[in-house]
């Protein structure tokens, strides 16, 4: 079955400290990733997303994410979070073949001043 | 630009009630999806409309129907709530499929007691 897989679902950090989210995912074909954030209070922001080319993506707010084909991993990554970085962040995955976007479960950040 | 509206905000039903959550955007995007949120569950998709006139079940679509009004409109309806149904749900929607950005209301919470 296709699913995505986020591996820490609550994750506590200091300012400065840095910050890698992971993200797996089953599926067969080909695949457009995404990486969503939601602020407390908030709806669902797109962070970044990787459709083909440089594995490697960046988005807002410094974050990037890393695509890895073999591994079938999307991470989320940044050198130096902050307070304002306080949020849950999902792990979605498109299979191309379809309109359907799948989402992990989740990971919550909190980062302490 | 509202972007994606919903309504109601917040919302409480007795078990067997019907209800119709309603969905409007005014992006001009092609399609539209609802899904629900729950703790440590992520998001899952119920329905999502590819295009004006079809629509076609996501993950999660028992007790649920929807109503793809035209272009803008998308309402998602109980017919008859149950407690299982208490969640956050989400409207969203894209110019493509999930292809493209998804933007998002700011969502209805709903208790069913």
């Known amino acids: 079955a296709q699913s995505v897989s986020q591996h820490n679902h609550h994750v506590i950090l200091s300012e400065a400290a840095s910050l890698e989210l992971g993200c797996n995912y089953s599926?067969?074909?080909?695949?457009?990733l995404f990486w969503y954030v939601q602020y407390p209070g908030q709806h669902l922001q797109l962070l970044l997303k990787y459709f083909s080319g440089d594995p490697l993506v960046k988005g807002i707010k410094g974050f990037e994410a890393e695509f890895i084909k073999s591994k079938f991993s999307f991470n989320l990554r940044k050198p130096s979070v902050q307070w304002s970085d306080t949020a849950e962040y999902f792990c979605?995955?498109?299979?191309?073949?379809?309109?359907?976007?799948?989402f992990g479960k989740g990971t919550s950040l909190l980062v302490t001043p | 630009n509202a972007g994606v509206t919903q309504t109601p905000k917040f919302q409480v039903l007795k078990t067997g009630q019907s209800m119709t959550l309603q969905c409007a955007q005014d992006?001009?995007?092609?399609?539209m999806y609802w899904y629900r949120q729950d703790p440590g569950m992520g998001l899952r998709l119920i329905y999502y409309s590819a295009s004006e006139g079809t629509t076609d079940k996501g993950e999660v679509p028992n007790g649920y129907n929807v109503s793809r009004l035209n272009k803008r409109e998308f309402s998602l309806r109980l017919e008859s709530a149950a407690p299982s149904q208490t969640s956050v749900y989400f409207c969203?929607?894209?110019?493509?499929?999930?292809?493209?950005?998804?933007?998002f209301g700011s969502g209805t919470q709903l208790s069913v007691l």
């Open positions: 979605a995955v498109n299979a191309r073949s379809g309109y359907a976007l799948n």
């Open positions: 599926y067969g074909g080909t695949v457009n």
């Open positions: 992006m001009n995007h092609n399609s």
């Open positions: 969203a929607s894209s110019e493509g499929g999930a292809l493209e950005k998804l933007f």
